[in-house]
């Protein structure tokens, strides 16, 4: 077995659809397929059980998604290592579609550590730490809140929030609402597998009829337009057309962090978290 299958295989675990996985590798959907065909002629068993509205794992795939994640993380865990030996300092960086500005933050990064290379990866909803809690990168710009334990979590902005609406929706035109305000509506879910206390965070108590399972941020924008889904956003981001946010006055505040493993000494982390915390206070509001 390739790493690279093994990658293509998690991809299509995860969003549970050849065509969102193939998206998320950034190729096209058929060389994905065969690539996973291949692995099951390998393995002698089906792994993937296919049908119209996507994917899901069998047994045996289940056995081997949890396996390839591991093996995955070694495999970067030694690649790291054997950089690091060789002089050649690199961070790898978990961050979610949502996780805000991050341009001024890469420019003062590379200002002070024009010599480390860095690595990004983009994570979906069902894994708030970005690949930080599976070992797959050295730190997380992520959202919080979610389970902790193991992690050093330092707060960049602290930011209200409030519901996407689609434009035409009859309560799009106020300038506040509260949750009581949508209790008949439909708000997108996380998946089951979601991290609970992320999962809970977003999904509001006493919330109305149950709404689309949505993993991206794409995916919840295309909830509200086409299905008039409504659901919790950070205030201040800019909106897709024919979408507007409104503050919602009783919803909890949503903090940016970085995370990083409690037990990791890596300076180039470290340095990231000063530079980040530095940047962040300068932009805070007076």
Request: aromatic content about 6%; some cysteine; proline content about 6%.
């Amino acid at each position: 077995m390739e790493l690279r299958t093994l990658r293509y295989f998690v991809a299509v675990a995860e969003e549970q659809h050849f065509g969102r996985a193939a998206a998320r590798l950034n190729m096209t959907q058929p060389p994905l397929s065969r690539a996973i065909r291949q692995l099951e002629l390998e393995l002698g068993c089906e792994l993937l059980r296919r049908s119209p509205s996507g994917a899901v794992l069998t047994t045996a795939g289940l056995s081997l998604y949890d396996d390839a994640k591991q093996l995955l993380a070694t495999a970067e865990q030694a690649r790291t290592r054997a950089q690091t030996a060789a002089g050649t300092h690199t961070l790898s960086i978990g961050t979610l579609a949502d996780s805000g500005e991050v341009g001024s933050l890469a420019d003062a990064y590379r200002r002070q550590h024009s010599g480390v290379r860095i690595q990004i990866r983009e994570a979906d909803f069902t894994d708030p730490t970005a690949g930080l809690r599976r070992g797959m990168v050295d730190v997380a710009l992520t959202r919080s809140p979610f389970d902790l334990t193991g992690l050093t979590v330092r707060v960049l902005r602290s930011e209200p929030l409030g519901v996407v609406l689609r434009a035409d929706d009859p309560l799009a035109g106020h300038t506040v609402l509260r949750t009581d305000d949508l209790r008949t509506r439909r708000w997108f879910r996380l998946p089951e597998d979601t991290d609970p206390v992320w999962r809970s965070f977003w999904t509001p108590p006493n919330s109305g009829p149950e709404g689309p399972v949505v993993r991206t941020v794409s995916e919840c924008l295309q909830a509200v337009l086409w299905n008039g889904t409504v659901g919790l956003t950070p205030l201040g981001h800019t909106q897709t057309e024919g979408l507007v946010t409104v503050p919602l006055a009783d919803a909890p505040r949503c903090d940016l962090v970085l995370a990083w493993k409690t037990n990791d000494r890596n300076p180039l982390t470290e340095a990231l978290a000063h530079t980040a915390a530095a940047l962040y206070r300068r932009a805070a509001p007076t």
